[in-house]
């Protein structure tokens, strides 16, 4: 059976724990159960920083899902993130090297539902299956990015979305020229 790629959305908090952990496993909330259950040794994750609209890591799922409440993760809503899977790192950037969501998800087949400017509509819930060349895209940059290539990297400093549509379309056009 060939691989899945998943998307997992994490809080900046959950993240940074999943970093202290070394990302060997990953949370996810009751609502997935379904979901959470497909995942096997073998499939792929990437994750998502919300807020931060980036990305900062890449795993590989290790073993299936367990049930658990032992508290871990930071408390979201009512949910204590109790269907976990072991994973590996694979690729895991440092801050200042997580892709910016804002000049890559344009490229995802994924956001092609949403209209350009609202784009990270995509990217809520905490778990999503994406196509291997949204996955294989991400995680190429996030190589880049290992390697010092840094056209997408994200700022130190928060980026909000400019609500002109001149200005989206200029960031975006940009976003085009650093890629060609």
């Known amino acids: 059976m060939a691989k899945s790629f998943w998307l997992v959305i994490k809080s900046p908090d959950n993240f940074q724990i999943a970093r202290e952990r070394n990302f060997d496993m990953v949370g996810l909330v009751a609502q997935h159960r379904r979901k959470v259950q497909r995942m096997t040794p073998g499939d792929r994750v990437l994750l998502y920083i919300s807020q931060e609209r980036c990305f900062g890591a890449t795993a590989t799922v290790t073993s299936p899902m367990v049930e658990d409440h032992a508290p871990i993760w930071k408390t979201e809503g009512s949910s204590d993130f109790p ?73 130190a400093q928060p980026r909000h979305p400019s609500r002109c549509k001149l200005d989206q379309m200029a960031e975006e056009d940009q976003g085009r020229l650093v890629h060609h």
Do not use: C
């Open 83 to 155: 269907y976990r899977i072991g994973t590996k790192p694979d690729i895991v950037l440092n801050r200042s090297q997580y892709i910016d969501a804002y000049q890559i998800a344009s490229r995802m087949d994924f956001t092609r539902r949403w209209t350009p400017e609202l784009w990270y509509l995509a990217f809520q819930g905490s778990l999503h299956l994406i196509s291997k060349f949204d996955f294989t895209m991400v995680e190429e940059e996030m190589r880049k990015q290992k390697r010092g290539k840094r056209p997408h990297a994200k700022s």
